[in-house]
């Protein structure tokens, strides 16, 4: 059976036009509501931009900032080449004291600096100084000054490492290494031993700053690097996407003496640039120059 419905007495159903009224204020209100909300929304989306390009680039100034740490002792070069600047230096694997005297028995290989050498003893044996194990195409180095005849750039005092081996006592190790005549002793007795050039070059023209190693020495700076073996990885910047993340300005500054020449100091500024949203940052970087 079916029941009918009744409404109660006085009721009735909305209109037309009080529809159309509260659809209306209903937009006004949401209207308003949206240009009050609209500016802190913009806010927290430009800071969340903001902080991920300092994320990016600080996170780039640490990676060159660890690398320049490791530069041979006056190695570190800069240049500028139109709308790219360069950071080059020669990375060392590692580095200790070879010996300068013999035991008192007579025992140790002693680097001979009267004539050219092939070999000398180490302080320490070389698994303690490093958990890299030094290959054949790594280079050792005495006293790098970076000026005429003690430049490692120009080979003046480095030789190609043939091989590692225990020394003649116990707890020292042994580097052989083509005959060399190595200009100057060090006054500490240092040696370092270099796996390579490595250059960060920053180029505001495609917004990139690039890592370039695995290329040879060479006495003039190479800007860019180029030749066999070179490999490269981008740090920062993006080559597609119609809004990319780009490097919009960059500077690398060397100053070669900062304390009593025994250190350098690396300035470097970048402006990262994405979606209309840019930041600055500054890095120093202090390098050894002991040699």
């Not at 909305?14 to 509260?22: A, H, K, N, Y």
């Not at 903001?50 to 041979?72: F, N, Y």
């Not at 350098?264 to 949203?277: D, F, H, I, P, T």
């Amino acid at each position: 059976m079916r029941r009918k419905f009744n409404p109660a007495p006085g009721a009735r159903g909305f209109s037309l036009v009080e529809m159309i009224v509260v659809i209306v204020a209903t937009g006004i209100i949401g209207g308003a509501v949206a240009v009050f909300v609209r500016t802190p929304v913009q806010a927290y989306l430009d800071t969340v931009g903001r902080a991920a390009l300092s994320d990016v680039g600080d996170l780039a100034l640490k990676r060159i900032t660890r690398d320049l740490r490791t530069a041979l002792p006056n190695s570190v070069r800069v240049s500028t080449v139109g709308t790219a600047t360069y950071v080059e230096f020669l990375q060392t694997r590692t580095g200790g004291r070879y010996r300068a005297v013999s035991d008192s028995t007579g025992l140790g290989d002693v680097l001979d600096f009267s004539a050219a050498d092939t070999a000398f003893d180490t302080s320490q044996p070389l698994s303690v100084l490093t958990d890299e194990v030094i290959l054949n195409t790594d280079r050792v180095v005495i006293y790098n000054l970076g000026i005429p005849g003690a430049d490692a750039y120009n080979g003046d005092n480095t030789s190609l490492i043939s091989s590692t081996a225990a020394g003649a006592l116990a707890n020292e190790g042994r580097i052989n290494f083509a005959a060399k005549q190595f200009p100057l002793a060090s006054p500490g007795n240092r040696y370092q031993v270099i796996s390579g050039p490595v250059t960060y070059g920053c180029d505001t023209a495609t917004g990139l700053i690039t890592r370039y190693w695995g290329y040879a020495i060479a006495a003039a700076q190479p800007t860019p690097p180029a030749g066999a073996g070179l490999s490269t990885a981008v740090l920062v910047g993006e080559t597609n996407g119609s809004l990319p993340l780009k490097v919009a300005s960059c500077q690398f500054t060397y100053t070669n003496n900062v304390v009593a020449q025994r250190n350098g100091l690396v300035l470097m500024q970048l402006q990262l640039q994405k979606n209309n949203e840019s930041v600055r940052l500054f890095q120093q970087a202090h390098v050894s120059n002991v040699p």
